[in-house]
Nanobody
Framework: QVQLVESGGGLVQAGGSLRLSCAASGRTFSSYTMGWFRQAPGKEREAVAA????????YYADSVKGRFTVSRDNAKNTVYLQMNRLKPEDTAVYYCARRLPGLYDSFWYRKDGYDNWGQGTQVTVSS
C-alpha cells in the first residue's frame, strides 16, 4: 500500500498562487499515472488534473485549464500542482491519488480509476 502525503495548502487571496506537493512512498512511483482531485464543502469530489507516468501527458479539468499546471519528479517520488490566478471557487480540500495500472488515461477524471488517496490539504482562496 503506497502512502501519499499532500502539502502546500493554505490561505491565499484571489489572484494569488500556491504550489501543492504530493510525496509518495515506495519504489514504483514512476509506474503510475497520478491525479489531483478536490472537494469543496457540500460538493462531490472532482477531478482537477492528472499526469502520465513519464510526465509527458497531462490532463486538466476545463475549470483550471490555463491556470494550473501538474508536474512530477520521479526521482523524488513527488507530484506537484502549481495553481496560479486562484479564484474563490477553487477553495477546497485537494487530494492526490494514484491511478490503477492498465487503465486508459482518457478516463483520467473518474474517481473509481484511483486506488490510493492522500489525506488532503486545504486550499482557501479569499475574495
Amino acid at each position: 500500500q503506497v502512502q501519499l502525503v499532500e502539502s502546500g495548502g493554505g490561505l491565499v487571496q484571489a489572484g494569488g498562487s500556491l504550489r501543492l506537493s504530493c510525496a509518495a512512498s515506495g519504489r514504483t512511483f514512476s509506474s503510475y499515472t497520478m491525479g489531483w482531485f478536490r472537494q469543496a464543502p457540500g460538493k462531490e469530489r472532482e477531478a482537477v488534473a492528472a499526469i502520465g507516468r513519464s510526465g509527458g501527458n497531462t490532463y486538466y479539468a476545463d475549470s483550471v485549464k490555463g491556470r494550473f499546471t501538474v508536474s512530477r519528479d520521479n526521482a523524488k517520488n513527488t507530484v506537484y500542482l502549481q495553481m496560479n490566478r486562484l479564484k474563490p471557487e477553487d477553495t477546497a480540500v485537494y487530494y492526490c491519488a494514484r491511478r490503477l495500472p492498465g487503465l486508459y488515461d482518457s478516463f483520467w477524471y473518474r474517481k473509481d480509476g484511483y486506488d490510493n488517496w492522500g489525506q488532503g490539504t486545504q486550499v482557501t482562496v479569499s475574495s
